[in-house]
């Protein structure tokens, strides 16, 4: 019954399958050397005679420094036997790997040990679905530890948030397993937690999943795999725009949109065929001129820096947070330093914008952050503590309207304005941000808290509506929202549109 399996299923590919040819090709593979050619990385596209000295950091880069295998192993080869006929996609994109080109196969990267708890005896080899970043640690040692210190190691942190709460709670049902909206929305970018049976095999509930911020059995944070995609693991896929945008679009996070509106993304999208994605070091101003991609910026090397899997190494904003904060600076105390990496992230500026471009850029986006915090940000978080404190909304997230409101300014509407400010997208910053957080704060949040006031009078609160009255008015008072109450408020520029 399996072989006539096998045999149908490759039938409606268009295959023969003949099983002893198959095991010709596996100990084939097996005992003769790598294909080099295949797999080298003189691969690489350059442009002829513009040679330009290599700095030490972008050198570092060039050095080859994974673990290749003289043959295939024994173990690899008895699993292309199979895949081979089974998941001919699956050996097509292995075929086209470094990994291939190196004999890094199956069994390399999902042997297992004893004790692991996704482990299971299969074919008489004891393997793991899951390629953990811990696995592979084993041969990609600095770039697991850097990922590890990353954001995106720590994205599957999520449960508890305020997001997390709308999409099992209020769009989610009370059995576990209908909680869809979670699992396959934010998790499949966050992460799942991943449930193993006693099988070994896994819980279809958290499986699959390629969130970059996965909890795997092994205790391990993260998935190499979401961008690195299996089963090629591609450099090439990696550094294009395309590989961040399953994850980085969408109304509150959407900086593949605005990437693609703004100039770098323009210049990328015209002109990707002389970016010279192959390049092993890949450094701007050496290796290409055009673009960047989001790798670019956030984590390949540069003249001064080596490359880096930490993507928050050049962070100097946290943009995601209700009130804007400078790394280092926030309610969680952390090492890093905005100002440091700030400079790191000027150094790939300055590799094709002059000096005073980076300081200008960097004047008008703090500039950015700076209003969304102290006009809108601050005001309505104070409000809303306002609110809880007085009574007149509940601690449940989103059972009033003004939790609606709140939500969709800072997690939203504030979200688009300040990332498009980081990435020069103008109508990001205006019409998708200030737009709907100026119209969000004025005909929504102050009318629905002055509703809350008056509703809590009747009922006789008066000490709670008074304390949220005086906030308010407050805010009105305020030179730049007195506009709104028929005041001078901020001056406006009349030859504007």
């Given at each position: 019954?399996?072989?006539?399996?096998?045999?149908?299923?490759?039938?409606?590919?268009?295959?023969r399958p003949?099983?002893?040819?198959?095991?010709?090709?596996?100990?084939?593979?097996?005992?003769l050397?790598?294909?080099?050619?295949?797999?080298e990385?003189?691969?690489?596209v350059?442009?002829?005679?513009?040679k330009?000295?290599?700095?030490?950091?972008?050198?570092?880069?060039?050095?080859?420094?994974?673990?290749?295998?003289?043959?295939?192993?024994?173990?690899?080869?008895?699993?292309?036997?199979?895949?081979?006929?089974?998941?001919?996609?699956?050996?097509?994109?292995?075929?086209?790997?470094?990994?291939y080109?190196?004999?890094v196969?199956?069994?390399?990267?999902h042997?297992?040990?004893?004790?692991?708890?996704?482990?299971f005896?299969?074919?008489?080899?004891?393997?793991?679905?899951?390629?953990?970043?811990?696995?592979?640690?084993?041969?990609h040692?600095?770039?697991?530890?850097?990922?590890?210190?990353?954001?995106?190691?720590?994205a599957?942190?999520?449960?508890?948030?305020e997001?997390?709460?709308?999409?099992?709670?209020?769009?989610?049902?009370?059995d576990?397993?209908m909680?869809v909206?979670?699992?396959q929305?934010?998790?499949?970018?966050h992460?799942?937690?991943?449930?193993?049976?006693?099988?070994?095999?896994?819980?279809?509930?958290?499986?699959?999943n390629?969130?970059?911020?996965?909890i795997n059995?092994?205790?391990?944070?993260?998935?190499?795999?979401?961008?690195h995609?299996?089963?090629?693991f591609?450099?090439?896929?990696?550094?294009?725009?395309?590989a961040?945008?399953?994850?980085?679009?969408?109304?509150?996070?959407?900086?593949?949109?605005?990437y693609?509106?703004?100039?770098?993304?323009i210049?990328?999208?015209?002109?990707?065929?002389?970016?010279?994605?192959?390049?092993?070091?890949?450094v701007?101003?050496?290796?290409?001129?055009?673009?960047?991609?989001?790798?670019?910026?956030?984590?390949?090397?540069?003249?001064?820096?080596?490359?880096?899997?930490?993507v928050?190494?050049?962070?100097?904003?946290?943009?995601?947070?209700?009130?804007?904060?400078?790394v280092?600076?926030?309610?969680?105390?952390?090492?890093?330093?905005?100002?440091?990496?700030?400079?790191?992230?000027?150094?790939?500026?300055?590799s094709?914008?002059?000096e005073n471009?980076?300081?200008g850029?960097?004047?008008?986006?703090?500039?950015?952050?700076?209003?969304?915090?102290?006009?809108?940000?601050?005001?309505?978080?104070?409000?809303m503590?306002?609110?809880?404190?007085?009574?007149?909304?509940?601690?449940a997230?989103?059972?009033?309207?003004?939790?609606?409101t709140?939500?969709?300014?800072?997690?939203q509407?504030?979200?688009?304005?300040?990332?498009?400010a980081?990435?020069q997208?103008?109508?990001?910053?205006?019409w998708?941000?200030?737009?709907?957080?100026?119209?969000l704060?004025?005909?929504?949040?102050?009318?629905?808290?002055?509703?809350?006031?008056?509703?809590?009078?009747?009922?006789?609160?008066?000490e709670?509506?008074?304390?949220?009255?005086?906030?308010?008015?407050?805010?009105?008072?305020?030179?730049?929202h007195?506009?709104?109450?028929?005041?001078?408020?901020?001056?406006q520029d009349?030859a504007?549109?």
């Amino acid at each position: 019954m399996a072989n006539s399996r096998k045999k149908g299923s490759m039938q409606t590919l268009g295959f023969r399958p003949l099983k002893g040819l198959v095991m010709l090709v596996a100990w084939v593979l097996f005992f003769l050397p790598p294909l080099a050619s295949h797999a080298e990385e003189g691969e690489s596209v350059s442009a002829p005679d513009a040679k330009v000295e290599v700095a030490p950091a972008a050198a570092e880069a060039e050095k080859p420094s994974r673990k290749t295998f003289d043959s295939l192993s024994r173990e690899s080869a008895t699993c292309v036997s199979c895949h081979i006929e089974d998941n001919r996609g699956l050996y097509q994109q292995w075929g086209r790997s470094k990994h291939y080109g190196a004999n890094v196969g199956c069994y390399e990267c999902h042997r297992a040990e004893e004790g692991d708890p996704d482990a299971f005896m299969h074919k008489k080899t004891l393997i793991s679905t899951i390629v953990s970043p811990k696995d592979c640690g084993r041969c990609h040692e600095r770039e697991a530890k850097e990922f590890s210190q990353s954001i995106h190691a720590k994205a599957g942190g999520i449960e508890g948030s305020e997001s997390h709460t709308l999409a099992q709670v209020v769009q989610g049902m009370p059995d576990e397993s209908m909680l869809v909206a979670a699992k396959q929305g934010c998790l499949q970018c966050h992460g799942s937690t991943i449930k193993v049976k006693s099988s070994g095999k896994l819980e279809a509930a958290t499986w699959p999943n390629s969130g970059i911020g996965r909890i795997n059995p092994d205790g391990s944070s993260g998935a190499c795999t979401a961008c690195h995609q299996r089963h090629e693991f591609s450099q090439v896929q990696a550094r294009r725009p395309e590989a961040c945008g399953k994850c980085h679009r969408g109304p509150a996070h959407p900086q593949n949109e605005i990437y693609a509106e703004s100039k770098h993304g323009i210049n990328f999208f015209s002109n990707a065929e002389r970016m010279n994605l192959q390049s092993p070091k890949w450094v701007p101003g050496e290796d290409y001129d055009t673009g960047p991609t989001c790798a670019s910026c956030h984590m390949s090397a540069t003249v001064e820096s080596p490359l880096t899997h930490d993507v928050s190494h050049r962070i100097s904003w946290n943009l995601r947070a209700p009130i804007s904060y400078k790394v280092g600076e926030g309610p969680v105390k952390t090492e890093a330093s905005w100002k440091d990496n700030r400079k790191r992230m000027e150094a790939v500026c300055i590799s094709c914008h002059t000096e005073n471009i980076v300081k200008g850029f960097y004047q008008q986006f703090d500039n950015v952050v700076i209003l969304y915090n102290t006009k809108f940000a601050q005001p309505a978080q104070e409000l809303m503590d306002s609110l809880a404190k007085a009574g007149l909304r509940t601690p449940a997230s989103f059972d009033d309207a003004i939790e609606w409101t709140w939500f969709e300014i800072w997690h939203q509407a504030g979200r688009r304005a300040r990332q498009g400010a980081s990435m020069q997208a103008p109508d990001y910053v205006q019409w998708q941000g200030f737009h709907d957080i100026s119209r969000l704060f004025y005909t929504q949040l102050l009318p629905q808290a002055e509703a809350l006031v008056a509703q809590a009078r009747s009922a006789g609160k008066k000490e709670g509506a008074d304390a949220v009255a005086k906030v308010i008015e407050g805010i009105r008072r305020r030179p730049e929202h007195a506009w709104s109450n028929g005041g001078q408020g901020e001056k406006q520029d009349k030859a504007a549109p």
